[in-house]
DNA sequence: GTGATGACGATAT
DNA sequence: TATATCGCCATCA
């Protein structure tokens, strides 16, 4: 499994740790992306979103949402089904249709995981970053 | 083989 | 506070 992921592309390795966020909570596309490191970025994590096939299916991408705490879809029932299949998980709305953190946010995998699988998480390189601030994006964990 | 497009996020101004 | 800009990969026409 871990060659396989170390060989695979971009997507596959999102998707591997989308499959790691347990019913009930939720995580962000920064977060994802700061995970996977290596070049990926919130976008980068989006695309692979919107690339899903049925083939990862198995792949809960309705608990990856923005960083807002709101949910990303565009078109169509998308939003709603998938606000309706995390409430099912258990995961709380407020009024504004956004998630708290605080209590479905997703801490991310275990270390142990992350070196089984060759994951190295690292800040990922922003736009324009001219002053370096560390420490600011090291919040993940 | 090339170009356009698409579930985002952080910084700079 | 709000807008603009940049980074980046896979898929499809």
């Known amino acids: 499994m871990s060659d396989t992921l170390r060989n695979a592309n ?6 591997a740790v989308v499959q790691q966020i347990p019913a009930g909570k939720v995580a962000t596309y920064g977060q994802v992306a700061a995970i996977v490191g290596r070049g990926c970025n919130a976008r980068v994590v989006g ?35 998938q606000q309706v299949m995390l409430e099912k ?6 009024d504004k249709n956004q998630v708290d953190f ?28 001219k002053s370096p601030s560390p420490g600011k994006q090291a919040s993940l964990f």
């Open 47 to 81: 695309y692979a979103m919107s690339a899903l096939k049925v083939d990862e299916a198995e792949t809960p991408w309705q608990r990856v949402i923005n960083a807002k705490g709101e949910i990303s879809i565009r078109g169509g029932s998308g939003p709603v089904v």
């Open 89 to 94: 998980e258990g995961v709380q709305f407020n």
């Open 10 to 15: 971009l997507h596959t390795r999102i998707y």
């Open 102 to 129: 605080n209590d479905c946010g997703w801490e991310g995998p275990n270390w142990s995981w992350l070196e089984e699988n060759q994951f190295y998480p690292a800040p990922i390189l922003k736009g324009k970053k």
